[in-house]
């Protein structure tokens, strides 16, 4: 019993001992995958690697590819804050190089954080001062971002990619599924105090989303947004839309924009609506444009020939409204082609009384005219036409020459090329394949298109095609004649009512639409054009919008190198 405290004293340190021992077990042994998994989550690092984006292009006649939208690195430099030696020295050298605020770039480096993007997309100069630094805690990166080479050109088609990292508006919108990629992941590995190790490598790889190759055809996309920029600054134009269109198909091959932006800077642009696309996005009263559906419906119901003749006193009246010519003009005794050719409102309304309310509203419902075209971009509207249906008498006699009807620019570019290619109506669509670059070279898949319903007989096509070849050769479309050329078409100038402008008010503004649509070579087409251009500072489509028309024609002729029909 002499040593019993010492024994005591060391029998508690065994126990002790033995108490830790058996923790360690417990922690080491026993419970070792728990506390493995505990240590990977706290230092593991796991960067989502995103997919890359497809790319889109355009191409040319002989199927070379232009880069409309493409992906494009970088380069960023960041911080790991808690690996900053001295805060106030390493924010001022910072601040020198890449030209920012010093108190910035210190928040940037005292934030509780493992990451801090300090500035992305630097020039070239900034990232080679970086490198030279070698400053503990400052990093550079890579960023892949959207990049749009050819700026302005096709935006409205294009749409961007936005800060949300989803496309918007144009393919870039409609097509957002099929180009982003499929995301994967990377591990990395940080030590127990937080400092970043190192990444291994990918262990779940990304997917590439799918390219894209458009119909439209870089060389008349490119005149067509020329021509259209130039009738804004002669013109005085606040909006134009262009739309060429093969009429068989529905291929869309250009399709342009005033004013346009550029993608690249998309988030500097202040007026949203500057993003619209005019062809799909803005309904608007077309006017004369339109009289060649009615005569259409009118002759496919074998109501009317071409040379069925009426008298023209100057106006017709409707219940209590009176409806006039253009400038209050009396024709007297006119067949049924000149009412197109001198784009006679009175004739007009003959013609949709001869066919009856019904069999009217059913046409321009086979036309296309009630419903969306179903093009691929995004955001295409379309109107109900609500007015219209109501049945008034009224409402009927002003749609026959475009006026209390509305549309937008390529449902009335899809309604003419039922007249062009014999009476279908096709679907537009604006992607020509889904692609892939791989090593043996192009790989081409066709993307799904509709087939044509037959809307007219090919003999009212054919008809009502010679009446257009008429309006220009003999009509107020004498401006677009080529020599050489059959071309058909037909103008329109319409009034904006005040409703459309804002203005709760019935009736209508001294503000105008001004249209020309025309197809080429009139008897076997390979090419319709829609020049529509809001409120030019001219009379009548006559001096705005068909001079555009014939600049454009006269290019894809060439362009196209179609022969002649006649000497």
Do not use: C
Not at 23 to 39: C, K, M, P, V
Not at 249 to 264: E, R, V
Not at 288 to 301: H, T, Y
Not at 553 to 563: E, L, N, S, V
Request: hydrophobic share 40%; net charge neutral.
């Amino acid at each position: 019993m002499k040593y019993w405290r010492t024994n005591l004293i060391f029998l508690f340190i065994i126990l002790f001992a033995a108490a830790i021992i058996g923790r360690l077990i417990f922690l080491q042994i026993i419970n070792q995958d728990y506390w493995r998994a505990l240590a990977k989550g706290q230092q593991k690092i796991f960067l989502e690697i995103p997919g890359k984006r497809g790319e889109i292009f355009l191409s040319d006649r002989n199927n070379n590819l232009y880069s409309l939208a493409i992906n494009r690195d970088f380069d960023l430099v960041y911080v790991a804050p808690n690996e900053i030696i001295n805060t106030e020295d390493t924010a001022e050298v910072l601040a020198k190089i890449l030209t920012l605020e010093k108190d910035f770039i210190l928040s940037k480096l005292q934030a509780d954080s493992l990451y801090e993007l300090i500035k992305n997309k630097l020039p070239r100069e900034e990232t080679e001062d970086i490198k030279n630094l070698n400053l503990s805690g400052v990093y550079l990166g890579k960023e892949t971002f959207r990049y749009y080479p050819q700026q302005f050109l096709a935006s409205h088609v294009a749409g961007f990619f936005g800060r949300d990292e989803t496309g918007q508006y144009g393919v870039e919108g409609y097509h957002d599924d099929i180009l982003k990629g499929t995301e994967g992941f990377r591990e990395g590995e940080r030590t127990a105090q937080g400092f970043f190790l190192a990444f291994y490598e990918r262990f779940s790889p990304a997917k590439e989303g799918t390219d894209l190759v458009l119909t439209l055809d870089y060389n008349i996309q490119f005149k067509a947004e020329k021509l259209l920029k130039e009738a804004g600054e002669e013109l005085e134009v606040e909006e134009g839309t262009i739309i060429v269109i093969n009429p068989y198909s529905g291929k869309i091959l250009a399709m342009a924009n005033f004013p346009n932006f550029n993608p690249n800077q998309y988030s500097e642009v202040k007026n949203f609506e500057i993003f619209q696309n005019g062809a799909i996005q803005k309904i608007f009263e077309p006017g004369s444009v339109f009289k060649p559906i009615v005569v259409a419906a009118a002759l496919d119901q074998r109501k009317i020939t071409p040379d069925t003749s009426y008298t023209d006193k100057g106006f017709v009246k409707i219940g209590g409204y009176t409806i006039y010519n253009y400038d209050k003009r009396v024709w007297g005794k006119r067949t049924v082609t000149e009412v197109l050719e001198k784009s006679i409102n009175t004739g007009a309304v003959f013609v949709e009384t001869r066919i009856g309310h019904n069999l009217f509203l059913q046409y321009i419902e086979k036309f296309g005219i009630f419903e969306k075209t179903g093009i691929d971009l995004e955001g295409e509207v379309f109107s109900t036409n609500s007015n219209l249906k109501e049945g008034y008498e009224i409402n009927f006699a002003t749609a026959s020459f475009g006026q209390g009807i509305e549309m937008t620019a390529i449902q009335l570019a899809r309604a003419f090329s039922v007249i062009a290619n014999g009476g279908r109506l096709v679907k537009p669509y604006s992607v020509k394949s889904l692609t892939t670059f791989q090593k043996e070279g192009f790989d081409q898949t066709d993307y799904a298109k509709d087939g044509g319903v037959q809307v007219i007989s090919q003999k009212t096509a054919s008809q009502l095609t010679a009446m257009l070849v008429s309006v220009v050769d003999n009509g107020f479309g004498k401006g677009a004649k080529i020599p050489g050329y059959f071309i058909a078409g037909k103008t329109g100038t319409a009034q904006v009512p005040f409703g459309a402008l804002g203005i709760n008010k019935s009736g209508y503004s001294d503000k105008t639409i001004q249209t020309f649509i025309g197809f080429a070579p009139a008897f076997n087409p390979q090419f319709l054009i829609l020049v529509k251009l809001y409120n030019p500072q001219t009379k009548t489509a006559e001096y705005s919008a068909i001079p555009v028309f014939k600049k454009l024609a006269k290019y894809i002729i060439d362009y196209y190198q179609i022969p002649p029909d006649y000497e």
